[in-house]
């Protein structure tokens, strides 16, 4: 078995899924969290153009954010860190009564990451999850039985089970929208551009000037996250760029693709189911003497 196929790095995904070679190059989303401003207008748009039905209104206790999560039926979701007092960089929104307890708004409009290495896909026993022309990672609604095995599987805890269909549901990258020339729907709503698609190579030498300027601009603390096709799932379709530790958005600090370990766990079973044969063969052998 090639070593890249469950994990490392893999320089075209669709083309390892058998797509010919003059696929689409592969897309992605480059989510700039530094101009994000809180709008939603990303959630809004996804659920407007994939139909999906809204989760209610109510605000966590948490924070001002009034969705809480990925789910099966929000497939972007933009999350809100309020950092008090001194936690990096602050900015003096000329709020009253903020004294020296200074807010920080945090805000990053999370999504399915679109791996390189997908464990849900290798998990799924009916094919439902496949790898599309684009490189992205697609459900296939009329092929997912519901069993749930993807669920777990996602080092991100994106993919979930809606309760009205019972089958596994996450964001397409708007699959429908691709083929016809169009950007994501969420993309195109963002006023900020904080949210950018496009050939995910341009994406990362995109990312990678903004890093350089946030820096030049005295903004050490931002960071790109899943950027980097070394990485534990091989690099992510969407990944980021953020102002602060990923663990204080919501999002695991060190990703490991689910199924990386798999073929060791088989050699390992195997080797396993072999000498219990040999040993149940050596009792017979030894029996009849
Ligand atoms: S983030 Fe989770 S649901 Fe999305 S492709 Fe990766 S493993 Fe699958
Ligand atoms: S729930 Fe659907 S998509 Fe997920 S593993 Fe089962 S069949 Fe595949």
Known sequence: MDSNRLSGPLADPAGEAGYPSDHPDRVGFFTDTSVCIGCKACEVACKEWNLLPEDGLDLTGM??????????????????????GSTGSTVDLGMPGMGEDQVRWLMSSDVCKHCTHAACLDVCPTGALIRTEYGTVL???????????????????????RPDTGGAAKCTMCQDRLGAGLMPACATACPTESIQYGPLDELRDRAGQRVAELHDQGITEARLYGHDPADGVGGDGAFFLLLD???????????????????????????????AAAVIVGCFVGGKR
């Open 245 to 275: 530790e990923p663990e204080v958005y919501g999002l695991p600090p060190d990703p490991v693709v689910t199924t990386r370990d798999l073929p060791s766990m088989w050699r390992h079973a195997a080797g396993a189911a072999l000498t």
């Open 139 to 161: 459900v296939q609604d009329d092929v997912c039985n519901g069993c749930g095995y993807c669920v777990p599987a996602c080092p991100y805890g994106v993919i979930d089970i």
């Open 63 to 84: 924070s001002y954010d009034n969705t809480g999560a990925l789910g099966a039926t929000t497939w972007r979701h933009v999350a809100f860190v309020e950092q008090h």
